[in-house]
């Protein structure tokens, strides 16, 4: 439904031309036509586009140039002006001389615009000679087919389109953004359409641009030049309910494209609401006007605005999107509520919902404030949008090649054409229960037997209610066409074995994840073209799934996997080369090493999965060699996917594609290298290299400087140049993103563009994650509201910077299964003991405000130098050095007090264990009191070993520079002189494990009111 299409006026569709106010208009385009005078009483539409006119009787008119709106020339304007003052003599006697021809006269008098006895040719809708017959215009939703798209091969993009596109794609992932800590509430999105006029603040009228078609305003000229005044008046309204009433009456008789109609009056009380840190909010609740009962409340913010400029309609458009988070209300908190109110807003509703295109028009009559006006709005359905955007969503790191246009047909028997596989991961055929798909590289001499025992068992168990896909790896001995052969000779029907043929091969884990995704049945196992697994095992796994997902192959993911694990002392194993049987038993252990520990056969080509499975497993698949089985069970087991083992009949088959001592070494390597597996040496904790898009909000001393400066700046890693080539090479981009509008900016366009408040930088970057301590996690307490934990020094608690797989919250979410943790409270990385990790965003929500109101006791224990006195209290103001963000913004002052006890101290050392009670929480706190008082903590690398060791005035430019110049030298020390192959950047060195970590430890954590007390052991550094 094109709101624009109700809206739009074709007898006043004529281009909007440039504006003067000399004379009083003349003709029916007066709100488009705002020309000079003389040139307003031509009487031709061809004045739009010819210098030279003819009135409606074919006599010239005059011979004076239009003075076109987009003319920027200071020799056009002359030449204008020197016309119209010169030759306005010359113009006279013609325009006496067309008085007098008998034309068409003007209705009501010479002053008002002349009408036409018939419509000009411009004006009449086009109906194409084959169809004169048909008096309507005729819709079809069949695109045009073009033998060639483009003199370039491709359609070029509507950029009107795209920038609507973006900025909803946009904004709906900055939402995602802003709110990842929280459930998710992308689905309590609201976009809208609104009809009204943009109005300018200075003429106070409606906006008038030089253009001739729709456009979509900036953002900074609408916030400063106009406004957007919704509503239309109340005939137009009446019209335009009588025409959408009218209209939703046609369409009742057909089903699949009617409307809904319902009719609410209710009152809208609304307040505005404003929290620290927080955006602005309004508070609403909606009350029926018959029931009095409460029908909504919701917290509505405004996410954005596009105004949208429409010359050639009565109405312009703004499209808004706000997001509107449900909340309770019982009666004392409504009664509150009410006190607060600052609008009240009786609206009567009619709406007209349009389940075939997901939109609803709303038709309101509003009382407000002693006022009535009346609003047409068209909302899109946020699900339908969701759902559309996450089928686009397509990570291109899970597609390892993309596959050629030929791999996405088949060919079957019985005819000779090729036919589109079906859309990737679409639901299953409502009469296909089983697929099977068969990976197949050269097997024309093994395909035979096990097809023919394959179709066997299928006809019997579920005839007619099966498909096979063979999926050829860039075979060279006919197997595709063998394929093909052999299904006609065993009598299947045709599309029930469909073929398809790769170009070049890929490995059995690409033409297995191939396959797999263009699966119809609501179950589908791989199998090995050898025989080597009796397909009459496939009940078994049947009946194993079915018990897992319940019957509920579409809903419930599982996965059931064939084993020869029950095999290990048969004459099947036992039998086997030596080599064969080591490299078999290195393979298992790598295996247990790299996590899976509950499954004992991991390599048999025998697996069956249910849809649901399919979709959550296959598109995320990037290796395509032998080891891809490991992979897919990893993928199901960090999704929490339920895998049965089921022992199967097994037996060895001659003509393995497998190359022993070479796809050994090779399965071996992609196992190590598989990018969830973690590398653990010298006590540190590693993770390769991976690519990653990193989004950065552009901070406020970012601002008013090129993207070239900031990210040579702040982001070193790069050289200038290097970061130059990536801007280029569009591996790093701007999105715009200010309030109302998001556009993407790229490549030259960032090298002159300075950035602004609001702007979004998005590198795709080649991650490094430092290392970190290789140690355990101790789980101090957990129950079902909270998990409380030990945390290690030297180990980031939640993703931040270049940590991401290396974090707390990562590790606990891989090793244990503990998804959607939420931290309560920051620890620095160097720092260990107690942290507190929400498991639903209501109790983080909880323990977060006990320790923002002071009702949480914090206690830490530090090992500093020198003898501490017995107590002491400091309450020196923090000051946070940040040399990155340069003089003006790299120094924070911030008021704090710390309470000190001493607990011990040893002569032979010179260091004291201190007991620690920080009563207000500022960053690095402890560790900057403790440095004022001359006992900075004993290893402490920056405040005692390190740049900051001296209590220095930081406000000092000197100072302040002095330490920078320290820094990128530290920096630079710790870079090798080896760069990364893939990216470029310098490599680090490996850092030694005791200077990741801090001699302060959070030992207990203590609510006031005896609600709870979390407590850990003592570190072992305590002891001295």
């Not at 807003?345 to 997901?358: G, I, N, W």
């Not at 009702?855 to 923090?878: H, I, M, N, S, W």
Request: proline share 4%; aromatic share 8%; charged share 30%.
């Amino acid at each position: 439904m094109d709101l624009k299409n109700l809206i739009s006026n074709d007898e006043m569709s004529a281009p909007n031309m440039s504006r003067t106010n000399s004379q009083q208009r003349m003709s029916i385009h007066d709100l488009m036509n705002s020309d000079d005078g003389a040139i307003r009483q031509r009487t031709s539409i061809t004045n739009l586009t010819n210098d030279l006119d003819v009135d409606m009787n074919g006599k010239k008119t005059m011979t004076r140039s239009r003075r076109m709106s987009s003319a920027t020339s200071s020799d056009a304007d002359a030449s204008s002006s020197r016309s119209l003052n010169s030759s306005f003599q010359d113009h006279s006697q013609p325009l006496e001389e067309l008085k007098e021809n008998k034309e068409p006269k003007a209705t009501g008098g010479t002053r008002k615009p002349r009408r036409y006895a018939e419509k000009p040719v411009w004006a009449k809708d086009y109906v194409p000679t084959v169809r004169k017959s048909v008096r309507k215009p005729v819709l079809t939703t069949a695109a045009t087919k073009l033998s060639v798209a483009s003199i370039t091969g491709t359609i070029p993009r509507n950029d009107f389109n795209k920038v609507v596109t973006e900025w909803i794609w946009a904004n709906v992932e900055g939402v995602r953004h802003e709110y990842a800590s929280r459930e998710p509430v992308d689905r309590y999105l609201e976009l809208e359409l609104k009809m009204g006029h943009i109005w300018d603040k200075v003429k106070d009228k409606r906006l008038r641009l030089p253009v001739n078609c729709e456009t979509i305003l900036n953002v900074d000229f609408f916030q400063s030049e106009c406004f957007f005044r919704s509503g239309v008046p109340a005939q137009q309204f009446h019209d335009l309910k009588a025409f959408i009433a009218k209209l939703a009456q046609e369409k009742n008789h057909n089903r699949g494209n009617r409307f809904v109609v319902e009719n609410s009056h209710c009152v809208d009380l609304i307040a505005h609401e404003r929290k620290r840190n927080e955006k602005p909010s309004t508070g609403r609740v909606s009350v029926d006007v018959k029931t009095k009962r409460r029908m909504t409340s919701v917290h509505k913010q405004r996410v954005a605005d596009l105004v949208m400029y429409l010359p050639n309609s009565l109405y312009d458009i703004r499209l808004s999107m706000s997001l509107e988070l449900p909340y309770e209300m019982n009666d004392a908190a409504f009664e509150s509520f009410q006190q607060r109110v600052e609008l009240r807003r009786d609206k009567e509703r009619v709406s007209y919902t349009h389940p075939a295109t997901f939109t609803k028009i709303d038709m309101t009559k509003v009382k407000e404030n002693g006022t009535v006006k009346h609003e047409v709005e068209l909302e899109l359905d946020v699900r339908e949008l969701l759902r559309s955007m996450a089928k686009v969503a397509e990570d291109p790191l899970h597609s390892p090649r993309k596959p050629y246009d030929s791999e996405l047909e088949y060919i079957t028997n019985g005819t000779a054409g090729r036919f589109k596989l079906p859309p990737r991961n679409s639901p299953p055929s409502e009469n296909i229960e089983v697929s099977v798909v068969v990976p197949c590289f050269n097997e024309h001499g093994r395909l035979r037997a096990m097809l023919a025992e394959c179709i066997e068992h299928l006809e019997a168990r579920f005839p007619g209610q099966y498909e096979i896909i063979i999926v050829d790896d860039g075979s060279n001995d006919g197997t595709a066409q063998y394929a093909v052969e052999l299904a006609a000779e065993l009598g299947l029907r045709p599309h029930v074995l469909r073929v398809v043929q790769f170009v070049k091969n890929r490995g059995k884990g690409g033409a297995v994840t191939h396959g797999m995704q263009f699966s119809r049945g609501k179950y589908a196992i791989f199998a090995d073209a050898d025989g080597a697994s009796k397909f009459s095992d496939l009940d078994k796994l049947l009946e194993s799934i079915r018990r897992l997902d319940r019957n509920e192959p579409e809903t419930r993911a599982a996965v059931a996997i064939g084993s020869r694990a029950h095999m290990v002392n048969t004459d099947a194993v036992v039998k086997r080369s030596f080599v064969r049987n080591f490299l078999m038993y290195a393979l298992h252990a790598l295996v247990f090493v790299f996590g899976i520990r509950t499954i004992k056969d991991t390599q048999c080509g025998f697996k069956l999965f249910n849809k649901a499975a399919v979709a959550k497993i296959f598109p995320k698949m990037h290796t395509e060699g032998w080891i891809f089985d490991v992979e897919l069970l990893i993928l199901a087991i960090n999704q929490h996917i339920p895998v049965d083992e089921i022992a199967i009949s097994w037996h060895e088959v001659d003509g393995s594609k497998m190359v022993l001592a070479r796809d050994s070494i090779t399965m071996a390597i992609d196992l190590v290298v598989t990018r969830l597996a973690y590398i653990s040496t010298g006590g540190l904790r590693m993770v390769p290299p991976y690519y990653r898009q990193c989004v950065t909000t552009v901070k406020e001393r970012w601002r008013n400087r090129l993207l070239l400066d900031v990210l040579t700046t702040e982001f070193r890693e790069f050289s200038e140049n290097q970061h130059l080539q990536r801007i280029k090479d569009n591996q790093v981009i701007v999105q715009r993103r200010i309030k109302q509008q998001t556009l993407e900016l790229r490549q030259e366009q960032l090298l002159s563009e300075h950035l602004r408040q609001g702007d979004v930088i998005v590198r795709h970057v080649h991650v490094h994650e430092p290392p970190i301590v290789d140690a355990k996690i101790q789980t101090v307490y957990e129950d079902d509201e909270v998990l409380v934990v030990n945390k290690p020094a030297g180990m980031p608690i939640h993703p931040v910077q270049n940590f991401y797989y290396n974090t707390m919250v990562e590790i606990l979410k891989h090793e244990r299964g503990l998804s959607e943790l939420r931290p309560c409270f920051r620890l620095d990385k160097v720092t260990s003991g107690i942290c507190i990790l929400a498991k639903s965003v209501a109790k983080a929500k909880e323990i977060q405000a006990a320790i923002k109101n002071k009702q949480v006791r914090k206690v830490y224990v530090a090992r500093v130098a020198g003898k501490f006195p017995e107590t002491l209290v400091c309450k020196d103001d923090v000051v946070i050095v940040e040399t990155k963000r340069g003089f003006k913004d790299g120094i924070d002052r911030k008021p704090a007090t710390t309470e000190f006890k001493r607990l011990k101290y040893s002569s032979l050392l010179d260091e004291s264990i201190v007991e620690c009670r920080p009563l207000t929480g500022r960053t690095h706190q402890i560790r900057i009191h403790l440095r004022n008082l001359g006992f900075p903590i004993s290893n402490d690398q920056l405040y005692r070993h390190g740049l900051l060791a001296t209590n220095e005035d930081y406000s000092d430019p000197d100072v302040f520079q002095r330490i920078a110049k320290e820094a990128q030298n530290s920096r630079e020390k710790q870079q090798t002189d080896e760069f990364c192959e893939e990216c470029g950047k310098r490599l680090f060195k490996r850092p030694e494990p005791e200077k990741l970590m801090l001699y302060l430890h959070a030992i207990g954590y203590y609510h006031e009111e005896n609600k709870w007390a979390y407590v850990t052991e003592h570190p072992e550094w305590i002891n001295i």
